[in-house]
């Protein structure tokens, strides 16, 4: 009976011991730059710093808050960051401007993009045609590749279109503006200014890239290949742990941009869970049909010199 004790004390000792080696192991730092600030369509990425499953798979993860612009392509290709958050048609581009150290998506956040363009309920529009054939304004920056491809379906609009400029005042100020924006937020912020919004996904109309894309050059996946890995679990935990439970995370994000309040957020998280979660799909998955259907558009649009390798585009460790 002694002995027995003395035996499981010293296997209880051991695994304690491992467990404090692993943990005491020293951190392998990371940089992860977004391409925006901290919001709902970043938040797993913040739940995996909050609960510790970062340190938990041996990383050290930085997160860079991003902005208007931020050129997260550019950053990796320079090698100014690890990791970054891209869309993939931005993949596709940099990759037939620059064929060196070829940048490639990882893991995709969105399914289903969330780009919208947002209009007041009393224009009664039933299309996004309608929208763009109408007398009014809408604000979009007629230089993004879904905007290009909307002229090329629709035909040149008729309706005035603007450099868009951010926020929703001209649309609370004004029934014949419409605008760009994402299905999480410029909505949001128009309701709550007393508007009465209707919304048209891009994605409808035909043109769906991989969006919220976490990307890494080629060298960073030939020298870093645990390191991207372990990255990957993180990131799919996290996202998991977000879907489940999103309003710690909402909570810590709102401190960091103040630009919307916890409620917004909360409900931010719960509009955009469908076009993160897809049944029969792995959370982060992206498929070669999707990557070829996108570059086969921008190569149609004039926007690449020639359609690139599906295999070249993406990875999926």
């Not at 977000?242 to 919307?260: E, I, S």
């Not at 409900?267 to 498929?287: N, R, Y």
């Amino acid at each position: 009976m002694t002995i027995v004790l003395k035996l499981k004390s010293l296997f209880a000792l051991l695994i304690l011991t491992s467990s404090f080696a692993a943990y005491s192991q020293p951190l392998t730092k990371v940089s992860l730059a977004l391409n925006w600030k901290a919001e709902p369509e970043f938040g797993g990425f913040y739940t995996a710093a909050l609960l510790g499953i970062y340190k938990k798979h041996g990383l050290d993860v930085t997160i860079l808050e991003g902005g208007s612009g931020t050129p997260t392509v550019q950053m990796l290709a320079n090698g100014k960051v690890d990791y970054a958050i891209v869309s993939a048609d931005e993949i596709i581009i940099s990759q037939d401007r620059n064929a060196k150290n070829k940048v490639k998506g990882l893991f995709a956040v969105y399914q289903t993009s969330p780009y919208i363009v947002m209009t007041h309920v009393e224009r009664n529009f039933k299309s996004l045609q309608e929208v763009l054939s109408s007398e009014g304004i809408l604000s979009m920056q007629s230089g993004l590749p879904y905007y290009q491809f909307l002229v090329k379906k629709h035909g040149k609009p008729k309706v005035k279109v603007v450099p868009y400029t951010g926020g929703v005042a001209n649309f609370l100020n004004d029934k014949t503006f419409s605008q760009q924006g994402f299905i999480t937020t410029e909505p949001l912020s128009a309701e709550k200014g007393g508007a009465k919004v209707k919304t048209f996904l891009i994605a409808d109309e035909g043109f769906n890239p991989y969006l919220v894309v976490l990307s890494a050059t080629e060298d960073t996946l030939k020298n870093k290949p645990e390191v991207t890995k372990k990255l990957l679990l993180a990131i799919r935990e996290g996202w998991q742990a977000y879907l489940k439970d999103p309003v710690a995370t909402n909570k810590h994000m709102v401190l960091l941009n103040k630009a919307f309040d916890l409620e917004t957020f909360n409900k931010a998280a719960d509009i955009q869970k469908p076009l993160i979660e897809v049944k029969g799909t792995e959370l982060g998955s992206m498929s070669k049909a999707r990557w070829e259907t996108l570059s086969t558009q921008l190569k149609d649009l004039g926007l690449i010199k020639k359609i690139p390798a599906s295999v070249d585009l993406y990875s999926l460790l």
